[in-house]
C-alpha cells in the first residue's frame, strides 16, 4: 500500500521557536495533502489543506501566519510552527491523497509529536 | 459540515468480550470509512462500507452501513488486547475534499 512518512517523529522545542515538520509520499504523488492536529484523548482535527503549487486552504480557527504550509512538489509537504508556546504541543499527523486517477483515498503519516517547552 | 456523533466516547471491557460502537449521522453519506488508530500512530483504514445495508466482516470486526446510509456500527467479537485503539469513521469525499472525522471511541480491552 501507499506510504506516507513524517519527520521527525518527535521534537522539542523552547517556546518562541519555529519548528518544521515534513511530511512526504514515498511511493506516490500527492497532489493533496492535509494537516491534522490531535490533542491528548480526542480526535483528529482538520487544520489545513495543501495543494501543490498552490496557497493552502486553513480551516477557521487555524491561524495561517502561525501554522506555515508549503507544498513544493508533489511528494513534500511541510508545516512549520512559528513562535511556537506550549498550547500547540500536540500530535500533527499528515495525509496525502493519490494523484492517479480511480482513487480517492487518503493515506496517513505516523504522526509528529511536538512539545514546547 | 456533515456531523457525524460516535457513541460510545470510551469503552474498557475484558478480553473474550463483545462489543459494538456506532457512527450517527443526520446525513446521508455516500460511502464511510471506519479507521483505527493506535497510540501515537497515524490512523489506519479498516473499511469503505459504500451500499445501504451492507456488511463487510474483517476477521472479528463485523461493519454494517446503515440501509439509509446515516449511519454505522461496528461489531467486534471475542475483543484482545490488541484490538486496543481509538476507532474514527469519517465519510468518504472525492476529489479534494478531506476527510472530517468524528470524536471516535476510545477501546481500551483488558487481558
Known amino acids: 500500500g501507499a506510504v506516507v512518512s513524517q519527520h521527525p517523529s518527535w521534537v522539542i522545542c523552547k517556546s518562541g521557536t519555529s519548528v518544521k515538520i515534513e511530511c512526504r509520499s514515498l511511493d506516490f504523488q500527492a497532489t493533496t495533502m492535509f494537516w491534522y492536529r490531535q490533542f491528548p484523548k480526542q480526535s483528529l482535527m482538520l487544520m489545513a489543506t495543501?495543494?501543490?503549487?498552490?496557497?493552502?486552504?486553513?480551516e477557521q480557527g487555524v491561524e495561517k501566519d502561525k501554522f506555515l504550509i508549503n507544498h513544493a512538489s508533489l511528494t513534500l509537504s511541510t508545516l512549520t510552527v512559528t513562535s511556537a508556546h506550549p498550547e500547540d504541543s500536540s500530535f500533527y499527523i499528515c495525509s496525502a491523497r493519490s494523484s492517479a486517477a480511480h482513487t480517492d483515498t487518503q493515506y496517513f503519516g505516523p504522526g509528529t509529536r511536538l512539545t514546547v517547552l | 459540515t456533515q456531523l457525524l456523533e460516535q457513541s460510545p466516547q470510551f469503552l474498557s471491557i475484558q478480553e473474550g468480550e463483545n462489543l459494538t460502537v456506532y457512527c450517527n449521522s443526520s446525513?446521508?453519506?455516500?460511502?464511510l470509512q471506519w479507521y483505527r488508530q493506535e497510540p501515537g500512530e497515524g490512523p489506519v483504514l479498516l473499511v469503505t462500507v459504500v451500499t445501504g445495508g451492507e456488511v463487510k466482516k474483517l476477521k472479528r470486526l463485523t461493519f454494517q452501513f446503515g440501509d439509509a446510509r446515516k449511519d454505522s456500527s461496528l461489531h467486534i467479537t471475542a475483543a484482545q488486547p490488541g484490538d486496543t485503539g481509538l476507532y474514527l469513521c469519517a465519510p468518504r469525499n472525492s476529489g479534494n475534499t478531506p476527510l472530517v472525522f468524528g470524536k471516535g471511541t476510545r477501546l481500551s480491552v483488558i487481558a
Open positions: 495543501s495543494n501543490e503549487g498552490s496557497k493552502a486552504t486553513y
Open positions: 446525513s446521508v453519506f455516500s460511502s
